[in-house]
Structures are given as structure tokens and as C-alpha cells.
């Protein structure tokens, strides 16, 4: 339908591949109105956090928090830049977890980067707003994707985890969708600094 698509790799926990990519996107498109930090790396919850070692940690913390703001810190960057020259206004949505919620054993540096991003997310909407620049944190609960493919055919898991789950399933993409939309356009226009859960009733 005449969309215009762009699709770079990129290694968010290097500021400067971050830099760089989004320098790409601004030539390519034109203009960034939406920005959704949305990489992500499990913990390997292989043993308890007295054996968690600096690399584990600095390997989740790298790409879920460091990336993460890295990549916000661009797009405000850029938006700032709009405002100023009289066109101000957009989206900023960190991708956090339920986990921010309530405490995962072995996945201390997860939740961790999780509630970190929320930090960092209610700093930018109050930091921006004068910008017309709103942001939020969106909580994903139990969500198929590749990150959780394991779990997904886990019976144990399934059974004990996702049978807490009110609406008895797993999420699916389809299913944050609709707040992903509502979060980019106008009719989220007064919404910022806030949290959203989107988990099932979990």
C-alpha cells in the first residue's frame, strides 16, 4: 500500500552503533515520530544470584536498560530537534515487564533492567514534555516470542505459570497491537509517565 519500510541491524548495548542507526533511519525516512525500545535478553537463571557473575550481569544490563536508554536518548534527541523548529511532539514507549512487579528468583538483573527502564522512561516524560514529547512503559506479562520459545512447550511451566494466568493463555503479539497503536497516535496525546500492564489479569 505504498508504506515505506526500513530495517537496519543493530547492537543497542554500543551507544555508538545506536548513534549510527538512527543517524541511517533519520536519512532514510525523514523523520522519527514513534520510538519503541523494545530489545531485549532473558537472565539465564542457571543458579542463585551468589553465583551470578559480572558477565551475566553486565549481559543482560548491556541490552535491556543500557540499550534501551541509549535508544530513547536519540529519539528525544531528535524530537527536541523537531519541537524547536516549530514541529514538536512524539512517542516514547520503554518495553519493561511484569517482572518490574514482583520479585523473579535467579532474575535479579532482569528485573532490575526492567524497573530500570521504567526510571528512565519517567524521566524522559517529565524531562520532554515541554517538547510535546510524551512517554510511557509498557508491561508485557507471559507474551510467545523467542525469548520465552522454551517455556512456551514447558508443561511444568505451563501448568504452574501460566495456569495463574486469569485468561488461561499465553499472550500473543496481536495482542499488544492495540496499545501500540494508541501509544504513537493522538489519541494518547495527554497520556505520559505512565506504566502499562498488559499481562492477562496475571
Known sequence: ???????????????AQ????FAETLKVMGHVDNCVANSGVSGRGKGSLLEMDYEEWRR????NLDGAIFT????????????EAGDPGGSIVGVSSMVANFGAAKNEHYGASKIGVMGAVNGIAVEFARYGIRANSL???W???ELTSGLVVDDNFNKKAIGRVPLRRWGQPADFGGI????ASPASSFHTGD???IDGGY
Do not use: F, T
Open 1 to 15: 500500500h505504498g508504506r515505506k519500510v526500513h530495517a537496519q541491524i543493530v547492537d543497542v548495548g554500543d551507544q
Open 18 to 21: 545506536v548513534q549510527a542507526g
Open 60 to 63: 543482560v544490563m548491556r541490552v
Open 72 to 83: 530513547m536518548r536519540e529519539a528525544c534527541r531528535h524530537m527536541k530537534a523537531r519541537a
Open 139 to 141: 508491561l508485557p506479562g
Open 143 to 145: 507474551a510467545e516470542s
Open 180 to 183: 501500540a497503536i494508541y501509544l
Open 195 to 197: 506504566a502499562i500492564l
